[in-house]
């Protein structure tokens, strides 16, 4: 997946925009489901239900499945025992919100509405996003039977769609501090700042086993050991669901994206994006399937006993074709050997693929083969009216329908939506609050990884020494957030708020520190040290896959700039995976920051020797791009640093020996 990509309203949207309401009531009546009794704009979490229960003196008067104190199949049961075969196909029906307003979504009785990567409202503030949800929320509790919507947003490190959020280390960062407790912590915070904004589904953790760096969303992978993935997967998740999903200030979490990602081999993928041809992003594992197993369920095990409800299924394929219509891997594998029972939800268009050119046929395979919930995103009118035919026809059967519906219904029930709809209103303080912003840079500062080591050459005194700083991502926050930051690629620049490593270092070192981003200082100008920051630039997904894992020439050429005018040169890399080293393994510390985040102080932290360096590789360092695949391969092999290396400040080794 994502779970999301970013886009305007598609031609559905425009289409329905021209015919108007009057076009949709037309629609709803002509697949003969139950309209909408009507659609409120109250701004209040609560004000429909109240109504109702005022009305009939008991929330649960008529309506059984209200009642609280009810087991939950019961109350599954009597509710979709009181549902249209419109409204169970709404309930299976994901729309992205720039595709469709609250009215129209209440109309169609769909069950939830996402936010993909720049899925923002405007202004994009915490309060207004409160008052979007809040509002397709109300119009929900509206219609006939009342069944509140799930809205979901990818924050996948942090609540990194809203601006002014905490945005804490990317999962390859988080992987190198192998800190379960720690994760837990980053997935609570994230859960609280996502509350505020009344959201209560995140689509993560990523609980993928990336066994090729050369892929895009290596950095949303915690690591290339299954067994790290698992840990850190299974922390995530206690982070995010707390002590029960109805609790407050929790989130229900998504284990991400079943099964095989990061095991498609290069050059497979036939995908592409706004930048040309994927090479490994949505491609093939062509491993046999005891391989494909051993290696990607585990997290996936360890998800399911950690209390993950949500599962999101892989665009890629497996030899027999894609994960989404694979009835096998999703009915067989993960609801049978795995006894998952919450429910499986697509990823953003990946129902599509599943037979290239035929959306009925690539529909009925993705239902049959265990899709519940279907992330459409937009073409909502293509997908409704598709499903009901295919019910009819018989190709998709009803008890299919009715265990999907039931199996979305009973996580809403476990979350407490029927009885608390939307998180406490007023809470806005809490996005991007002190307290998460000290949990981040603790993170940043454990995620550092000190590759190599010249006693000299670090720590960096905080006083009585002067250093020069060269590098755009030394000073620019969306190089050091990464992709999925506000947009879904990212971008470079101000993109939110939080402070950079020149600004971390500047309030340290005063006078003492020098910026240029260019590295163009006088001739003449003299240091004690130097430190060049080199940076992959923003990406996300198949954008990112790379042929050569190289860094921006411009940068490593600030090495050569810098080092006449200093006596020790320390090397700080951002990026979202091992990069080939180059010119960069001449300086005389060199220090892996992958994608930190909006705190940056945490590595500064560890530079001015503030913190101890903790941080091992979650990945293997390949030697070159062509070294980047480790299935069947020794920790060694190709390689400049195995999984699990790490120095401390003093050099002493935190894991094996570098090759």
């Known amino acids: 997946m994502p779970a999301s990509r970013p886009g305007g309203p598609r031609q559905t949207r425009r289409w329905l925009s021209r015919l108007g309401v009057v076009a949709v009531a037309a629609v709803v009546a002509g697949c003969g489901s139950s309209p909408a009794t009507s659609t409120p704009g109250a701004s209040s979490p609560v004000s429909s239900a109240a109504s109702r229960q005022a009305a009939s003196g008991s929330p649960s008067a008529g309506r059984p499945w209200m009642d609280a104190t009810t087991p939950i199949d019961d109350r599954v049961a009597a509710l979709l025992g009181q ?209 494909l197993l051993k290696l990607f369920l585990p997290p996936y095990k360890a998800a399911v ?63 049959n083969a265990g899709i519940d919930l279907v992330m459409v995103p937009t073409d909502y009118v293509r997908f409704v009216t598709t499903m009901k035919s295919a019910v009819q026809a018989g190709t998709i059967k009803q008890d299919r329908i009715d265990d999907a519906v039931s199996r979305i219904l009973r996580v809403k029930f476990e979350m407490g939506l029927f009885e608390k709809p939307m ?12 307290a998460d912003r000290a949990i981040a840079r603790t993170a940043v500062a454990e995620s550092a990884v000190l590759l190599k080591m010249s006693p000299k050459a670090l720590p960096i005194a905080a006083s009585g020494k002067t250093v020069l700083l060269a590098g755009q991502g030394g000073d620019d926050i969306g190089i050091q957030s990464g992709g999925w930051t506000i947009t879904w690629q990212g971008s470079v620049g101000d993109t939110t708020s939080g402070t950079t490593l020149q600004g971390a270092l500047q309030a340290r070192l005063g006078d003492n520190l020098t910026y240029d981003r260019n590295g163009a200082f006088p001739a003449g100008t003299t240091a004690d040290v130097g430190v060049v920051v080199v940076a992959e630039r923003p990406y996300a997904e198949g954008v990112g896959d790379s042929s050569t894992l190289s860094l921006p020439n411009e940068d490593l050429a600030l090495i050569a700039k810098v080092r006449p005018h200093v006596k020790e040169l320390v090397v700080v890399i951002i990026s979202g995976r091992p990069v080939v080293l180059d010119d960069v393994a001449s300086a005389d510390a060199i220090v892996a920051a992958w994608l930190p985040g909006t705190e940056a102080a945490g590595l500064a932290d560890v530079l001015l020797g503030d913190k101890p360096f903790v941080g091992t590789t979650p990945y293997t360092w390949p030697k070159t791009a062509g070294d980047a695949p480790r299935v069947g391969k020794s920790a060694c092999d190709g390689a400049v640093y195995p999984f699990g290396y790490g120095l401390d400040a003093t050099g002493k080794l935190l894991g094996p020996p570098a090759c």
Not at 313 to 322: A, D, E, L, P, R
Not at 352 to 362: E, H, I, M, T
Request: hydrophobic content about 35%.
């Open 83 to 291: 549902m249209t075969l419109d409204e169970k196909i709404g309930q299976m029906t994901q729309i992205e919100k720039k595709a469709i307003d609250a009215g129209t979504a209440a109309a169609f009785n769909l069950g939830s509405i996402l936010s993909g990567g720049g899925g923002f409202p405007d202004p994009n503030t915490p309060q207004t996003w409160y008052d979007m949800v809040n509002a397709y929320q109300q119009a929900a509790l509206g219609t006939r039977l009342g069944i509140p919507i799930l809205y979901g947003v990818d924050a996948v490190h942090g609540h990194n769609n809203v601006e002014g959020a905490t945005i804490f280390p990317q999962n390859v960062g988080l992987g190198a501090t192998n800190d379960p407790s720690l994760v837990g912590q980053v997935c609570t915070a994230t859960a609280l700042e996502m509350n505020a904004t009344g959201i209560r589904w995140d689509f993560g953790p990523v609980v993928a086993v990336p066994q090729d760096i050369r892929w895009g969303r290596t950095f949303e992978g915690y690591g290339e050991n299954s067994d790290l993935v698992s840990r850190l997967g299974s922390a995530c998740i206690k982070g995010l669901q707390g002590s029960g999903l109805s609790a407050d200030d929790t989130s229900a979490a998504t284990a991400k994206h079943f099964i095989g990602d990061g095991g498609t081999a290069f050059g497979s993928s036939t995908a592409s994006g706004p930048t040309g041809p994927y090479l490994l992003d949505q491609g093939v594992d062509q491993a046999d399937e005891a391989t």
């Open 305 to 367: 006993d950690s209390g993950a409800r949500i599962v999101m299924t892989s665009y890629s394929s497996t030899t027999t074709g894609k994960v989404h219509g694979d009835h096998h891997l999703i009915t067989d594998i993960l609801k049978g050997q795995l006894a998952f029972t919450g429910f499986v939800v697509s990823d953003w268009g990946g129902v599509d693929q599943v037979v290239p050119g035929d959306y009925s046929a690539s529909l009925v395979q993705a239902i």
């Open 423 to 434: 998180p406490a209103p007023d809470k806005e303080s809490e996005v991007g609050s002190d």
